[in-house]
């Protein structure tokens, strides 16, 4: 499917950093050819439309951003260059590999109507990093920030781990 596009990598990067202000997007120029200009992962990238071909877009640097295959599957696909771009922006993070855990961290409100970080509070006072390892099997950090960063990891997995491991955090210390 993409073999039939003439547009390379580097022209559409050259294009875009060339015009664009990079601090309202979760990629920097200098590695824009490596990691996704939504999510910011490093990935290999594919060229996707702006203007979708079905609806006239045209094999130009103009008319592609660079994504990984997740994202890919989840941009707008409209007549309206902008779309792309409000899409990209609002999805912008300071950091990179927290896209996803951010992610989860969305789905988990969505699903259990509280905020992971507040589950988690309540047991602050009683867990030690220590004991937290006990329970996950692994230190809580590099399994968020490595883990789900780096897997494939779709975000109702990565809010269902979080749930266990607040699941398994009551059964220990909750007596009610
Ligand atoms: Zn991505």
């Given at each position: 499917m993409t073999k039939e596009i003439k547009t390379t990598k580097e022209e559409i990067c050259d294009y875009w950093f060339s015009r664009i202000?990079?601090?309202?997007?979760?990629?920097?120029a200098s590695e824009a050819l490596e990691r996704?200009?939504?999510?910011?992962?490093?990935r290999r990238l594919e060229r996707c439309h702006i203007i979708p071909r079905s609806l006239?877009?045209?094999?130009?640097?103009?008319n592609y951003v660079l994504l990984c295959k997740r994202c890919h599957l989840e941009n707008p696909n409209v007549n309206d260059p902008e779309i792309m771009w409000d899409w990209l922006k609002a999805y912008?993070?300071?950091?990179?590999?927290?896209f996803w855990i951010n992610r989860g961290l969305e789905e988990y409100e969505r699903i259990y109507k509280s905020k992971f970080k507040d589950d988690i509070a309540i047991f602050n006072e009683f867990i030690t990093e220590k004991e937290a390892k006990e329970i996950l099997g692994e230190d809580i950090g590099s399994y968020a920030t490595h883990h789900f960063g780096q897997a494939y990891l779709n975000s109702s997995t990565i809010a269902g781990l979080m749930r266990i491991l607040i699941k398994k955090l009551r059964t220990k210390y909750e007596t009610d």
């Open positions: 202000d990079e601090s309202n997007l979760s990629v920097d996704c200009w939504r999510c910011g992962s490093k006239g877009g045209e094999d130009i640097p103009s912008k993070e300071p950091y990179y590999d927290t």
